[in-house]
C-alpha cells in the first residue's frame, strides 16, 4: 500500500529551485550546461562539475554556467574554489548576484563563517532563480549562528507563504523542539495538519478505528494532530507503521509528535534513523529533515551532506511519490523535496 501523505506537499530549493537555474533568460543552449544543471539539482555536484566545465571554457563570460560552477564546488565541500569560482562571474552593472552569492554563502558556512553566510545570502537579489534557495540558506546559516531568534523570525514570515507555508512550518517545529519549547512545537505541528487534515480523515477520527486500513488510520492520525490531540494522533500513526512496509512520512510524523511528548533527543534519534531505514523516498525526506537537525547541531559539512542525500534519495524515483487530494505540491523548497 502507498500512503497519501503530507509530505507530498513539501518541495525545498535548498539545492537550486532548479527551474528557474535550469533556464536562465540569456544563457546559452547546449548539453553540457543542461546535464550539469540536472547532475546539480538531483544532488550530484561532483559529477556535475565536468560538464560545468566544459560549459564555463566554452562561454567564459556566461554569468550563469560560472555561477552554477562556483554553486557546484560549494556543494562539493570545495570552500575555496567556490569562492574563487563565484569572484570570476560577470553581470551587468545593474545585475543582482544569483547562484553565485549562494556559492559564496554555502562555502562560508563550511568554514564556519555563517555570520559571513548570512550576508552573502541577504546579496542575492530578490527577482533571481536564486532567491527562494537563498532565504532558506540564510535560515540554517542562522542556525549554525546561534541566532535561533533570527531564524525563528524568518520560518514565521515564511509560513504565511502559500508556496512554502507547510515546509517552513515543519522546520519551525523542528527548531521549537530543539530549544525546549514545546507549546510553540505543538502549535507549529498542529498548523501543518490543519493544512491537510481531510474531511474523511476528520469524520474516521470520530468513528470506530478498530477494523480501519493503513490509510485511513492516517487520515485520522493527521486530523488528531491537527485538534491538538497528540497522544491518539501518536497512537494512530504507530498503528500505520505496525501494519504497511510504505509507512511513507509517518515515522517522520512519529518523531516529531515524540519530540514534543518526550524530549528532543528521543526525535533526533529517530530522524536519524528514518534516514537508514525504508524506502528511498522517504529516506530522501529523512535526509533533508535531518539536514535541519544538524544546523540547529553547529555542523555544517552535515547540513550540506544530508541535503544532497535527501534530494538524490527523493531523484530515484521517476514518478511522484506520493499524491495527495488537497494540496498541489509546494514548488519553491526544493532541498527541503519533500515531495
Known amino acids: 500500500m502507498k500512503l497519501a501523505t503530507i509530505f507530498s506537499m513539501l ?20 548539453f553540457s550546461l543542461d546535464r550539469g544543471a540536472q547532475l546539480l539539482a538531483s544532488g550530484s555536484p561532483k559529477s ?26 560549494a556543494l562539493d565541500l570545495q570552500h575555496e574554489r567556490a569562492i574563487l569560482q563565484a569572484e570570476k562571474v560577470r553581470r ?3 545585475a543582482a548576484p544569483s547562484w553565485e552569492a549562494v556559492a559564496v554563502g554555502i562555502a562560508r558556512m563550511t568554514e564556519n563563517r555563517p555570520a559571513e ?3 552573502a545570502f541577504e546579496r542575492v537579489g ?26 525563528v523570525q524568518a520560518l514565521e514570515t515564511l509560513s504565511g507563504d502559500p508556496a512554502m507555508g507547510t515546509s517552513a512550518t515543519l522546520w519551525l517545529a523542528l527548531v521549537h523542539e530543539q530549544a525546549g519549547r514545546k507549546d510553540l512545537a505543538t502549535a507549529a505541528l498542529q498548523r501543518c495538519a490543519q493544512s491537510a487534515a481531510s474531511a474523511s480523515g476528520q469524520t474516521a477520527l470520530r468513528g470506530d478505528l478498530a477494523e480501519a486500513d493503513a490509510q485511513t488510520l492516517y487520515d485520522a492520525g493527521l486530523a488528531a494532530v491537527a485538534q491538538g490531540n497528540l497522544a491518539k494522533a501518536r497512537d ?20 516529531l509528535l515524540d519530540g514534543i511528548r518526550e524530549d528532543w533527543q528521543t526525535a533526533r534519534n529517530q530522524i536519524s534513523a528514518a534516514c537508514e531505514n525504508g524506502s528511498a523516498p522517504s529516506r530522501g525526506l529523512a535526509s533533508q529533515l535531518f539536514s535541519v537537525v544538524c544546523a540547529v547541531e553547529d555542523r ?16 530515484r524515483s521517476g514518478e511522484p511519490a506520493y499524491i495527495h487530494e488537497q494540496a498541489q505540491p509546494e514548488p519553491v523548497w526544493g532541498s527541503d523535496q519533500m515531495h
Open 11 to 30: 518541495g525545498l530549493t535548498l539545492l537550486l529551485g532548479l527551474a528557474g537555474c535550469q533556464q536562465p533568460a540569456t544563457r546559452p543552449p547546449g
Open 48 to 73: 556535475a562539475i565536468p560538464f560545468l566545465t566544459q560549459t564555463v571554457a566554452g562561454v567564459p563570460d556566461g554569468p550563469e554556467p560560472v555561477a552554477l560552477l562556483s554553486l557546484a564546488y
Open 92 to 94: 551587468a552593472p545593474d
Open 117 to 119: 553566510a548570512v550576508a
Open 126 to 151: 530578490s527577482q533571481t532563480p536564486a532567491a527562494a534557495a537563498a532565504r532558506q540558506w540564510r535560515i540554517l546559516a542562522q542556525l549554525l549562528d546561534g541566532k535561533q531568534n533570527d531564524a
Open 236 to 255: 494512530l500513526l504507530a498503528r500505520v507503521q505496525e501494519r504497511t512496509i510504505d509507512a511513507c512520512d509517518t515515522a517522520l510524523w512519529l518523531a
Open 300 to 315: 555544517p559539512a552535515a547540513v550540506i551532506q544530508y541535503t544532497l542525500l535527501g534530494q538524490r534519495m527523493m531523484g
